[in-house]
């Protein structure tokens, strides 16, 4: 059913594209439209359709009254449209009745979809013409919003997931965070509780309900989810199903727990705060409900590795939609820049709770006393360029469903999910097939 909708979606995008083409005549004319754009400050409206939660709000309200104090002729129209799949629901209503906002969110996962059916503005026009300074950018940050080799859209709402531990509790056990796989056995030794062979406190939880929780750990142990040619996946090789075999091993001795399911999130987040679980793998998002929650010390670790170290994006950029006319475009792109540049970077991060993307601004003066008033973040940055895109592939949020079901079977029904994950392949390679 998903797949039939992205085929709508890019069926639609095409009708668009050739609407396009056949009103313009030619690029040469397009060029000269965002010329023409670009020289124009006669007022101008573009809407910015968004997900951001009701936290974020003032903000959000906040940048775009000091966008409009820059660009007194644009005027930024924020439209709030749900969760993230709500959004991608209208934006694809929009595109089949070719009236798009000029700019909005997309979640990470879903860019290559939208990109692929060519939704999204190619930005290199603007970047070059410009001069951004893509160096600034942590280089997997800006990555995760690029797909054949053109950048759409640049991280805006961005979290990673890390390892939030009770740090008193483990200065009173003698031990810190694990870094590597390696320390893991040992770690769970010494923080496991058990009364009567049953569990009582867990050395560490790793959330079951999401993949994007789970997909770093199977590049870190020197697998990969797809192919190099990403015409299949590889989650049945030997590398690549190290991650759920350990999973299930640290599972059935009692020093790991996995949620899955609804209400999984709270009932994790629960266990940490009344000292049941010593350590939680959580976005970068949720450091701060930790912090004001906790009755002890809360420290930040990066996710341990194997083979190498990474850590996933998650939450979405800020693209500018291709159908939008010219003028509106240009506008959208003078919004776009402001509300990701290194001078508001701070001021967005510490207002929403995400993470700066600029390395520029880690040492200034604003980014000093971030880290002063939040010194759990430090764990992040010390990794920054080890924060990469999710897995690139229109069919992504499809395939990926399936090895999540494997992941719930073996939380729930305490399956061996090797022999499921290669059944699970069979569904992943022919929903890949279909795709191309």
Not at 357 to 373: A, D, P, Q
Request: aromatic share 10%; hydrophobic share 40%.
């Amino acid at each position: 059913m998903l797949r039939k909708k992205w085929l709508t979606l890019q069926a639609a995008s095409l009708a668009l594209v050739m609407s396009i083409v056949g009103c313009s005549s030619s690029g040469a004319d397009k060029v000269e439209d965002a010329k023409t754009a670009a020289e124009d400050n006669s007022p101008v409206t573009i809407q910015y359709w968004h997900s951001h939660a009701d936290a974020q709000i003032e903000t959000l309200n906040y940048m775009i009254a000091e966008f409009q104090k820059k660009y007194p002729n644009i005027t930024v129209e924020p439209v709030f449209q749900g969760a993230y799949t709500d959004l991608h629901k209208k934006l694809q209503a929009a595109v089949a009745a070719k009236e798009v906002p000029a700019v909005t969110n997309v979640e990470v996962s879903v860019l290559p979809n939208f990109a692929d059916g060519g939704v999204f503005a190619d930005l290199s026009p603007y970047i070059k013409r410009d001069a951004v300074d893509m160096n600034d950018f942590s280089k997997g940050m800006l990555q995760a919003y690029s797909y054949n080799n053109k950048q759409y859209g640049f991280p805006l709402i961005v979290s990673t997931s890390v390892m939030v531990y009770n740090k008193t509790m483990l200065d009173q056990l003698g031990t810190k965070p694990p870094q590597t796989w390696a320390e893991i056995d040992e770690f769970n030794k010494k923080v496991t509780q058990k009364d009567n062979g049953k569990t009582t406190r867990y050395a560490f939880s790793v959330p079951g309900w999401d993949t994007w929780y789970y997909d770093p750990w199977v590049s870190n142990g020197g697998g990969a989810i797809l192919s190099q040619d990403h015409k299949a996946t590889l989650l049945d090789q030997p590398d690549s199903l190290k991650w759920i075999q350990n999973f299930r091993k640290w599972m059935q001795e009692g020093s790991m727990h996995m949620g899955y399911g609804k209400g999984a999130s709270d009932t994790m987040r629960q266990m940490f705060l009344e000292g049941k679980v010593a350590m939680v793998q959580h976005s970068s998002a949720i450091i701060k409900t930790y912090l004001e929650n906790a009755k002890f010390e809360v420290g930040v670790s990066f996710i341990p590795g194997d083979k190498e170290r990474k850590s996933h994006i998650g939450g979405a950029g800020i693209v500018i939609m291709d159908g939008a006319p010219a003028k509106q475009k240009e506008a959208a792109w003078k919004f776009v820049k402001f509300m990701t540049g290194a001078e508001n970077n701070i001021k967005w991060a510490q207002g929403t709770g995400y993470l700066p993307t600029h390395k520029s601004v880690l040492n200034t003066e604003e980014g000093k006393k971030y880290f002063e008033k939040l010194p759990q973040y430090k764990a992040v940055f010390d990794n920054f360029d080890n924060v990469v895109g999710r897995p690139q592939h229109p069919a992504y949020p499809e395939f990926s469903k399936k090895y999540m079901e494997v992941v719930g079977k073996m939380i729930l029904e305490n399956a061996d999910p090797v022999p499921l994950m290669k059944d699970a392949v069979k569904d992943m390679n022919a929903i890949i097939k279909d795709s191309q």
